[in-house]
């Protein structure tokens, strides 16, 4: 069975860094892509970025100069690295993997004070 597990949110100020963490297991990490997405309060989940097996990667708009997607494939590990935070990245992350459906974790918050 597929199972994420994200850490690495809290509390920052506008300007800082975190670095979130998405552990995965029951699947050959490897070989597939994986993907951050975000939900804040009243809007929908959207994609935040995400990186091929082959460390091909894609950012939306929003974010792109500020977080960098990675993964470890020894690991079974994929990151976040978030920098230059704003109030409007405030929301819970949330990874992704599809190796034939979605799978999500159970988010994490990630709160930017202004």
């Known amino acids: 069975q597929v199972h994420l597990v994200e850490s690495g949110g809290g509390l920052v100020q506008s300007g800082g860094s975190l670095r979130l963490s998405c552990a995965a297991s029951?699947?050959?990490?490897?070989?597939?892509?994986v993907s951050w997405y975000r939900q804040a309060p009243g809007k929908q989940r959207e994609l935040v970025a995400s990186?091929?097996?082959?460390?091909?990667?894609t950012y939306r708009d929003s974010v792109k100069g500020r977080f960098t997607i990675s993964r470890d494939n020894a690991k079974n590990t994929m990151y976040l690295q978030m920098n230059s935070l704003k109030p409007e990245d405030t929301a819970v992350y949330y990874c992704?993997?599809?190796?034939?459906?979605?799978?999500w974790g159970q988010g994490t918050q990630v709160t930017v004070s202004s």
């Open positions: 992704n993997v599809n190796p034939s459906r979605d799978y």
């Open positions: 990186i091929t097996p082959g460390d091909r990667t």
């Open positions: 029951g699947i050959v990490f490897r070989i597939y892509a």
